[in-house]
Structures are given as C-alpha cells and as structure tokens.
C-alpha cells in the first residue's frame, strides 16, 4: 500500500530537549516536504526537499531542520523546541516534476513542547 | 501564488448532492485546479484536479468555468464520511517549489 509514515504520532517535550520526527515513503517520490497546521493559520510549509542531498526552506523554516539523505526518508529535527512550535506537522510526498501530481500525506504527528 | 477563495462551511444532507465553489479570478493559464481534502484528525488527501475540460472520478467531479475564473467540486451523494475540510489549490509551474498553499478551506458538515 502507498503511504507517507510518520512517528511518533504523538509527542510531548520540553523546551529544549532536541527531538526528530521520522517521515518515510515506500512510492520513489523525489519530492518531500513538511507542514504544520495551526488554528487559523492553516497548513504553512516548513522545508522542502526535491530530492536526495537537495533540501530548500519553505515559509516557516525558523527553529527546524531537515536532512534528505536517503530517498525515502525526511526527517524534520528540532534542535531545541520552544512552545511556539507546539502544532500538528504533516509530512508530504510526491512525484517532482510539473504542476500535475497527487501529493500524499502522513497521519500527522501532534507535538507538545512545554 | 494564485489564491483561491471558499465559503468557511457549509451544510449538506446525507445521500444529497453537494456543490463546494471556489473562486480564482487571478488563475493563469498553466495553473491546474486541485482539490484536497483533510478528514477530522487525519492528513489532507488528493480528490481531484483539471485544467480546463471538467473532471470526474471514483470520488468527485470537477466542473470548471469556461473563463477558469472559478470552479465546483461535486460530491455526488454526501455521506458523513465526507465530513471533512475541503481546499481548492492552484499548482502553478511558476513556482519552483510547487508549494500547496491550502487556505482555510470550507468545512462541510454532513447532516445525517
């Protein structure tokens, strides 16, 4: 079955314990990326990557990183969470090339940092 | 980016048809018309998308206007699994990223 998988699903901190949220896809998409959703603001794009090696930020990429080294995997690291990163991230995949494409979705991890 | 403009909800009927509208006066040529949709504590999911012609699938149909300014995606017979936020997106080739900006959707509330 395709899928986009992420963990945890689930993740209360605290500020400034350094965390990794896991994202792998098993359909040799070259395009990955991240989101996070918040009330009222909607579904922001964190970073993105257009293939292995090649990342890019998005439009909230403050506090995050991410690392592509394998085609399957984009992991989104917190190197020292703050409150304000207490949302609910999604990450995506899909095939690159041209505006045609289905993008997929993980679950969605929910992270508290306090 | 293109945007799009959606009412925030709206009511349907189970097993009644269901018209979402989405306005984009400013979509170019090459952009493409994508409908996602995110169920209640779940990731967005591909429904739909067109250029021009209208569209159909196992889930929906795609009716565009024929000046592009505007669309409706179609749900046939809404059933309370389609409860869920709807967002209509422009991909446009002009942004290299191809990032999905996702608005705030309209939320549709299936009436049993």
């Known amino acids: 079955e395709a899928q986009v998988t992420q963990n945890p699903r689930y993740l209360i901190t605290v500020t400034g314990k350094k965390l990794t949220v896991t994202c792998s896809q098993n359909m040799n998409h070259e395009y990955m990326s991240w989101y996070r959703q918040d009330p009222g603001l909607g579904l922001r794009q964190i970073y993105y990557s257009m293939n292995v090696e090649v990342t890019d930020k998005g439009d909230v990429p403050e506090g995050y990183k991410v690392s592509r080294k394998e085609k399957r995997n984009f992991p989104l690291i917190l190197e020292s969470p703050s409150p304000n990163q207490t949302s609910l991230y999604f990450c995506a995949s899909r095939y690159s090339g041209g505006v045609n494409t289905e993008a997929f979705f993980g679950q969605g991890t929910r992270l508290t940092v306090v | 980016d293109a945007k799009t403009t959606q009412p925030n909800s709206m009511e349907s009927n189970e097993e009644e048809p269901v018209h979402l509208p989405c306005n984009h006066s400013t979509i170019s040529g090459t952009d493409y018309i994508h409908w996602y949709r995110q169920l209640p504590s779940q990731g967005p999911e591909y429904v739909i998308h067109g250029l021009t012609s209208n569209v159909n699938n196992r889930m929906a149909s795609l009716a565009i206007a024929e000046d592009r300014k505007s669309s409706t995606l179609i749900l046939h017979r809404a059933t309370l699994r389609d409860a869920a936020v709807y967002y209509c997106?422009?991909?446009?080739?002009?942004?290299?990223?191809?990032?999905?900006?996702f608005g705030t959707g309209t939320r549709l509330t299936v009436i049993p």
């Open positions: 997106i422009l991909r446009t080739s002009k942004t290299g990223a191809n990032n999905l900006f």
